[in-house]
């Protein structure tokens, strides 16, 4: 019997949780793992020291646009996605008085509007396909339920990918699983050395969602593979 493979997207996979995941991803057999990364030479890099069942690709989610464009080709070289993880981010410093309108849409286009675009372009054929997985990593700094605490336009651009998490998850249908999730505080160049979690923990909740069985949930916010709230 034929093992079905399945074809993995992580973005922002050249370093911290992005390539824990896809480590990760690469212990499953059957899954083939593209990493993204904005540049050629280090998701190349990466995917060469990763080894196993994996290409580098290169993706900037800073146009939202030409990423969609990019991801159209991506899957013209590679095959339909069944996996999407949009772990690339940016954290711009600043509340509400220090943040300007640039600061703002350079964070929402990298935060949200990029995996809108890329959940846009791989969404349908999932959808056609009967089986697809999304997974957007987000963070408790864009809850409601726990405060909007962080920097003012990282908690926008998390909030609003909540948003579209659950949109995406109703619009798409019960095959394909949309979720987001919120790793905790990770020791990544983001996250400092200083924060509790490796980046194996890190991704650890990612791999679960991005892995889920058919009757898995859609369309719902985890930390520890726990449901937390919005």
Not at 19 to 44: F, P, T
């Amino acid at each position: 019997m034929s093992t079905t493979v399945r074809t993995a997207l992580i973005t922002g996979a050249n370093r911290g949780i992005g390539r824990a995941i896809a480590a990760s991803l690469l212990l499953h057999a059957g899954i083939k793992v593209l990493v993204a990364a904005r540049n050629e030479a280090n998701a190349e890099e990466t995917a060469a020291a990763l080894g196993g069942n994996v290409a580098g690709v290169a993706l900037d989610l800073a146009d939202p646009s030409a990423a969609a464009a990019t991801m159209t080709d991506i899957e013209s070289q590679y095959g339909p996605l069944d996996i999407l993880v949009n772990n690339a981010g940016i954290l711009l410093s600043g509340d509400a008085l220090d943040t300007d309108l640039a600061m703002l849409d350079e964070a929402l286009r990298v935060n949200t509007l990029g995996p809108i675009a890329l959940m846009r372009v791989v969404g349908p054929g999932m959808r056609s396909r009967g089986w697809g997985r999304i997974v957007n990593l987000s963070s408790g700094w864009g809850s409601f339920h726990e405060g909007m605490e962080g920097p003012t336009s990282y908690a926008i651009s998390k909030a609003a990918l909540n948003a579209a998490t659950v949109s995406f998850a109703r619009a798409l249908g019960e095959t394909v699983k949309v979720n987001a999730m919120c790793p905790g505080w990770v020791r990544t160049r983001m996250g400092g050395d200083n924060a509790s979690r490796s980046p194996e923990e890190g991704a650890d909740t990612a791999v679960w969602l991005a892995t889920l069985p058919d009757d898995g949930p859609s369309g719902g916010f985890f930390r520890d593979r726990q449901p937390i709230g919005w």
